[in-house]
């Protein structure tokens, strides 16, 4: 292997990785290196474009079971980069701290894991397969990437019998938390509509503003529910008012909101809109609403897998996981349709922030995690 390798080295190759401005959907030579350091190692590197988001699957072994990687090489955007520290993709090292967008988020798994598969196969040889899919579209629509891989997976006879999603889960502490499912995400758009007049005749217009706020108030004056035995309470957040109106004597014609509903398994998203309808209608007032869907919500036991990682953490670090289904949608989502999955990765304190960063001591831990889940699994 040449020094560009950086066998065994996860923050090397993270440095390397942060500099690629893989922004979504642009790819930004993260996936070309990934590709060059995955191709030294011997594995079998296929890349899979999906309108204009580039993927890529790869692995290593053609025989008995295959364990699969999941992550992401795209991040969201830096944002004002004059509020940075340091230069968002510049992977700069600062004492004990590697800085730039997608530290945490996910390139440090990639790197992690990466680093702990050279690390095992010095130590043990390779019988079966490990793989890594690794999409560019995670943090976009999730349209393009890790459903259609999937998707090409199964229409080639490629199974994976398991998989590791290397998901920031850690809230605080390497040993935090292993996901073994999520919350659906719902959003809904909700139009009133009135008539525009003067506010000092408001006999004279119809004020669309007054029913939306009774409105909000119905969606969010009562809990949905006070969660279930793996998962948090359900939660709805309006996330914006629209009216657009730059006069303070002009009643509006037209007032908008967005909602956000992460919800249980107490609800599907079918059901959800009903309960959202059925409070919408008690005001009385005409509207329009439509929604969007990005996961329903799914668990499933913890099982052989989650008790792997949870092992492997604890002989690694001292600490036992717990199980969780907390935070935000992942792709987890699409691979639980295929094979038993369940995320753990990095300590995400700084995930998607100004100044997103990580530890190099956590790096070094994860990395060890993860040598230890291939032992156990394959052992």
Not at 80 to 103: C, K, M, Q, V
Not at 211 to 218: A, D, N, R
Request: with cysteine; proline share 5%; glycine share 10%.
């Amino acid at each position: 292997m040449t020094n560009r390798s950086h066998v065994g080295d996860p923050v090397k190759m993270l440095q390397e990785l942060i500099q690629c401005p893989s922004v979504t959907p642009n790819e930004g030579g993260a996936l070309d290196l990934l590709q060059s350091w995955l191709e030294e190692r011997g594995f079998v590197c296929t890349r899979l474009p999906f309108a204009e988001v580039d993927n890529l699957y790869a692995r290593l072994g053609t025989s008995g079971q295959n364990f699969c990687f999941a992550g992401h090489t795209d991040v969201v955007p830096t944002g004002d980069e004059t509020l940075w520290s340091h230069p968002p993709f510049s992977g700069h090292i600062i004492g004990e701290e590697i800085w730039g967008r997608g530290a945490t988020d996910m390139k440090g798994g990639i790197a992690c894991f990466i680093a702990a598969v050279d690390r095992y196969l010095q130590q043990a040889d390779l019988t079966q397969s490990i793989s890594l899919l690794i999409t560019g579209d995670e943090e976009g629509p999730a349209v393009n990437g890790t459903v259609k891989v999937l998707e090409w997976l199964d229409q080639q006879g490629e199974k994976l019998d398991h998989c590791v999603v290397g998901e920031p889960t850690n809230p605080e502490t390497m040993g935090d938390m292993i996901k073994v499912g999520r919350r659906g995400s719902l959003t809904g758009y909700l139009t009133v509509n009135g008539k525009q007049g003067h506010a000092a005749y408001p006999h004279r217009a119809d004020n669309p503003i007054h029913p939306l706020i009774e409105m909000l108030h119905g969606l969010t004056s009562e809990p949905l529910d006070e969660g279930t035995e793996l998962f948090q309470a359900s939660s709805l957040q309006v996330v914006t008012c629209d009216v657009g109106n730059p006069a303070n004597n002009v009643i509006p014609a037209q007032a908008k909101a967005t909602f956000n509903v992460r919800f249980n398994d107490i609800y599907t998203a079918a059901s959800l809109e009903s309960w959202v309808k059925e409070r919408l209608d008690r005001v009385g007032h005409s509207y329009e609403i439509e929604f969007s869907c990005s996961g329903e919500s799914f668990s499933f036991p913890p099982g052989e897998l989650g008790s792997l990682i949870a092992d492997a953490c604890e002989t690694v670090t001292g600490r036992r996981p717990e199980y969780s289904t907390s935070g935000g949608t992942s792709d987890a989502r699409f691979v639980k349709n295929y094979c038993p999955v369940a995320e753990f990765g990095a300590v995400g304190k700084t995930m998607h922030n100004t100044d997103e960063r990580a530890s190099l001591e956590d790096l070094e831990t994860l990395t060890e995690v993860y040598v230890e889940l291939l032992k156990r699994y394959f052992s």
